[in-house]
């Protein structure tokens, strides 16, 4: 019979293996929107430089955050994970 302990951690190592492929496909999409709007910039001629500017410091702004939010979420599975190694 499987001790409860090991049944949470599996199910702990599934959700952040559903995190991580989710995050990845998110980061896919990103990566096209990001590539489109350099498209659409290059031929904006239009668009003044000050939005050009200002949508390229939202797609950064956007791209960090998304590394930061990865970057906890990652730090705090591994809180997790070490609570269930340490007591074993």
Known sequence: ???HK???KQMV???KSAFDNSFKAMSLV???NEKM???FLGQAAWLPDEGKKALQEWMNSYKQGCQDFKQMVD???EKVETYFTDKE
């Open 37 to 39: 709007l350099d498209a």
């Open 30 to 32: 990103y990566e096209q």
């Open 75 to 77: 730090a705090n599975y």
């Open 13 to 15: 190592q599934f959700n």
């Open 6 to 8: 090991q049944i949470a």
């Open 1 to 3: 019979m499987m001790d």
